[in-house]
């Protein structure tokens, strides 16, 4: 192989390594300008669907996506293996169900894709802001460019807080047994 013959190394975005350059030692691979973050690669569909897991103190969502056209285009939870509720059916309060939709109001995509989610322990407001974040995360990587927005917005932030153990001898985490002084 002669020196020009050298395969040069590319991103797999389209039209990133012409703006980076393709000469000098690292050629194609992009490095972002201070305080610009570098998009990350689409990730593949698996059998159709893209997949993002939520958590918020003890519940669980697990979130899928898919494109639809606009009859088919719905938000539901899936409560059993062949049953299914609406968001507003399964969830009771406004502020839930705003929490389940926020992500695809704030990109713009709300009608535009088939979302199916399961549901797992805790509260519905903690499965509510789990669905939020596995439903963020699944756009996420449906679509690289919405990490900004969706970050911007506070969607892909986990809320780390959870309860505190209670410890021996208290009657719970900071609670202690009343004291008797006789």
Known sequence: ????DTPSMTTGIPGLSEAVGESGAGAGIATPA????????????????????????RAVARVRIRPSDGDKATVRVQVASDTFKAV???FSEMRDRGDCMAPLE?????????VVARLDGGGYMG????FRLGLARALRDYDPNLE???????????????????????????????????
């Open 1 to 4: 192989m002669a020196e020009n």
């Open 34 to 57: 201070e305080g610009v973050r570098a998009v990350r690669a689409p990730v593949e569909a698996k059998n159709g669907w893209w997949w993002g897991t939520g958590r918020r103190k």
């Open 88 to 90: 507003d059916e399964y």
């Open 127 to 130: 499965q509510a802001q789990a």
């Open 148 to 182: 900004d927005r969706l970050r911007e917005e506070g969607f892909l932030t986990r809320d780390a807080r959870e309860v505190e153990r209670k410890k021996y001898g208290q009657a719970g985490a900071r609670r202690r047994f009343q004291f008797s002084k006789r």
């Open 106 to 114: 704030a990109t713009g995509l709300m009608g535009k894709f088939e």
